[in-house]
């Protein structure tokens, strides 16, 4: 698709690649940024991959909750591995290189999996608020059909709604600056590369950001405020806690995800006179959720922790 935005519209195109330089301020020494980097981009695609042997080893943990934080680790990989490479790239190899199509194909991977990252997090959401809210009726609603029908809603949603990104950004006319100061092909660090107005592409970015981040954080936001209410309900101070506790590990993750989305809306919206700081939060957005998610829920989930010392023969004893 990419390949043909650049054919169909060569005319316009008079830069042939764009150079991503890195993280600005910094060019000199972003080399020493590749040792956390690299060390956190292991560690997520481990920490998911073992999250992934443990779940579909564990009879105990076939359970939609499970499924879902199953395909969050798929999705977080995915998003660490459209990154991860280049940015490495760039830094041990000064790979700084990149071809009109493949930034498009990035750009468009990385709204996908962020989107649908916010997605698992609304059903996850939705899982919990059935589950104590409704616990009768919980194995009836949040089934293994739910689960699929809910995945494939979300892929399609987000694969969809997110094409215009890349394509509206094609149509733009780059006509000669190609120096992006980031080490992602951003819209904004590419738009803001174009000869002509680039206003509808700001327009349909706000619009994409209200309707899907913007609608998954207001319902995932409902459902924690029922939940709360049904929790205050409950007579047992005993109850409520456990009822909380099955809650608190996606609550940690929730709130780091759309607080770290918030903040980069803004520094980005706002004249920044240190512009590293936006740049290294994207950065940091993107890996380190993915190597945080699989070791909260391990710490907080008592089933999945002792499916974790089953899977590396670990003792049990006192845990």
């Avoid at 094409?163 to 733009?172: E, F, T």
């Avoid at 940690?252 to 770290?260: G, H």
């Avoid at 890996?287 to 998610?293: D, E, R, T, Y």
Wanted: glycine residues 4%; contains cysteine; aromatic residues 10%.
């Amino acid at each position: 698709m990419f390949q043909y935005l650049r054919d169909s519209n060569s005319s316009n195109f008079h830069v042939s690649e764009f150079i991503l330089m890195g993280f600005p301020g910094i060019h000199s020494w972003q080399h020493w940024l590749s040792l956390p980097l690299a060390l956190l981009y292991l560690l997520a695609l481990s920490a998911n991959i073992l999250i992934l042997i443990v779940i579909n080893q564990e009879a105990t943990l076939h359970q939609p909750m499970y499924h879902f934080l199953g395909i969050l680790a798929v999705v977080d990989m995915g998003l660490t591995t459209t990154i991860m490479p280049k940015i490495l790239a760039i830094l041990w190899f000064n790979a700084k290189r990149i071809g009109l199509p493949e930034c498009f194909a990035q750009m468009y991977v990385i709204h996908c999996f962020v989107g649908m990252e916010s997605g698992i997090f609304l059903c996850m959401a939705i899982d919990r608020y059935v589950a104590i809210c409704q616990p009768l009726r919980h194995p009836s609603i949040i089934t293994e059909s739910f689960v699929v029908k809910a995945t494939v809603f979300m892929a399609l949603r987000n694969s969809l709604s997110t094409i215009p990104v890349p394509m509206l950004a094609a149509q733009r006319n780059y006509c000669s600056q190609n120096q992006i100061e980031h080490c992602l092909c951003t819209t904004l660090g590419v738009t803001s590369l174009s000869c002509d107005d680039g206003k509808i592409n700001s327009i349909y970015q706000l619009i994409l950001a209200w309707t899907l981040m913007g609608s998954d954080l207001g319902l995932i936001v409902l459902s924690y405020t029922l939940i709360f209410h049904s929790v205050l309900k409950l007579n047992s101070a005993e109850a409520a806690s456990k009822a909380l506790s099955t809650c608190t590990s996606h609550l940690i993750l929730i709130l780091f995800f759309y607080t770290v989305l918030i903040v980069i809306s803004i520094t980005h919206s706002t004249a920044m006179t240190v512009p590293l700081i936006p740049i290294l939060l994207n950065v940091l957005h993107n890996v380190i959720p993915p190597a945080l998610n699989p070791m909260v829920y391990a710490f907080k989930n008592k089933e999945l922790r002792q499916g974790l010392y089953k899977v590396l023969k670990l003792d049990m004893k006192g845990k």
